[in-house]
């Protein structure tokens, strides 16, 4: 038996899970499409109660806004040049893009129009603070269970699993410095930053850290002997 310090020790590495998908990104088996469909709904859901707690968006929407203002693209069309400029720095981390990916844009984008107004929006700073926590830890969930589906992460993840990869650096590091770069710049850009923003930058790579290990322990096969 598991105690509960053992249960939330945080991943180092990502885990393999019996979902993962084969040697194919664009034709998952069943399992496969429900957990990454699950995750990304999970993501989408994180990011919406994030929105609705009303006290600052993630490091990637700040960026995205700050792009907004200097070039007078919508945030939505400035999402998506991210997202492209992303997928590019894919190129020396030698990532493929798979359904996953794909599905990302699609799913997450869905999800956060559908969750926002099921949110609370509470006035009060305290209830604004747990319900930005609660975000960023839907979002560490989702994370889980997507990235660990094996068909493709989204433009983001897969740059940070690739810098991973290549550096051996510990998956809850790679996601901080990244969110922290992206926090930076989008500020000086004049994007708008409140404290439900630094809780993200902060605690999101250990949150997705904290559910890789939780999500390895839950579907770890027995040892026979």
Known sequence: ???????LRPSRTVPVTPWAAGA????PAPKTLAALLFGLWLFGSGEAALVAANCGVSPWVVFAQGISLKTGMSIGWSTFVISVCVLLLWIPLR????????????????ALQVMIPLFPSPDAKWLQVVEAFFGVALVGLGSAFYITSNVGPGPRDGLMTGLHDKTGVRIGRVRLAI??????????????VGIGT????LFIGQSVALWFGVVSRLTEQPHTH
């Open 24 to 27: 194919t990104n664009w034709k």
């Open 95 to 110: 990532r493929r893009p798979g359904l996953g990916t794909v599905l990302n844009i699609i799913v997450i984008a869905f």
């Open 198 to 201: 630094l809780i993200f930058a």
């Open 179 to 192: 969110e922290a770069i992206v926090l930076v710049i989008g500020y000086a850009l004049g994007g708008t």
């Open 1 to 7: 038996m598991f105690s509960l310090g053992e249960w």
